[in-house]
């Protein structure tokens, strides 16, 4: 069965880094694919944080980037999220998603989310 | 502030149609064929709709169809159904810069 699941600490002391893992089941990461995390804070919108393809270039968020790296692991069929130096404010639900590498920009598959609290 | 900017909530009744709104820049939902739309019902995870501004993914009902004119993309629900009820999220390609930008995300009544 093809799908992702997002998997780390629910919380996270302020200025320490949030680390979260997608694990990939039902193909192989270093397919036509990208990975890609998102977040939504409590009651409100969408919020692309970066996309990357195994050995390939990684795309962030100007407002994230210097904050931010994502990462694949393809002997473990995973990828990862690390966002330095948090405050209240990256306080959300975090999702991983999939993007086919065909030269456009659309998120087909998703995992089911993990909340990450930022409180000492 | 979201970029893409969308109508908190719309409303329709069972079988009616309804049509959300998400306007942009030509630096975005104007400049390129790469608008999605995503439907989100609460506590769950946002779910493809619509990708290139057009194009349905297998298993997705064809009442869902959408279009684009200038800076302005649009997702059509007809035949409203009681499961359709949920936020719904337009999303553009924005260049090598910014890449991705979302809507505010409207949230769909079914009365």
């Known amino acids: 069965q093809v799908q992702l699941q997002e998997s780390g600490p629910g919380l996270v002391k302020p200025s320490e880094t949030l680390s979260l893992t997608c694990a990939v089941f039902g193909y192989s990461i270093s397919s036509g694919y990208y990975c890609v995390w998102f977040r939504q804070p409590p009651g409100t919108g969408l919020e692309w944080i970066g996309s990357i393809r195994h050995l390939e270039k990684t795309y962030y968020n100007p407002s994230l980037k210097s904050r931010v790296t994502i990462s694949v692991d393809a002997s473990k069929n995973q990828f990862s999220l690390n966002l330095s130096s948090v405050t209240a404010a990256d306080t959300a639900v975090y999702y991983c998603a999939r993007q086919p590498a065909t030269g456009t920009w659309y998120f087909d598959l998703w995992g089911r989310g993990t909340l990450v609290s930022v409180s000492s | 502030q979201s970029a893409l900017t969308q109508p908190r909530s719309v409303s329709g009744s069972p079988g009616q149609s309804v049509t959300i709104s998400c306007t942009g820049t030509s630096s975005d939902v104007g400049g390129y064929r790469y608008v999605s739309w995503y439907q989100q019902h609460p506590g769950k995870a946002p779910k493809l709709m619509i990708y290139?501004?057009?194009k349905r993914p297998s298993g997705v009902p064809d009442r869902f169809s959408a279009s684009k004119s200038g800076n302005t993309a649009s997702l059509t629900i007809s035949g409203l159904q009681a499961e359709d009820e949920a936020d719904y999220y337009c999303?553009?390609?924005?260049?090598?810069?910014?890449?991705?930008?979302f809507g505010g995300g409207t949230k769909l009544t079914v009365l």
């Open positions: 999303c553009s390609y924005a260049g090598r810069y910014t890449f991705v930008v």
């Open positions: 290139d501004v057009t």
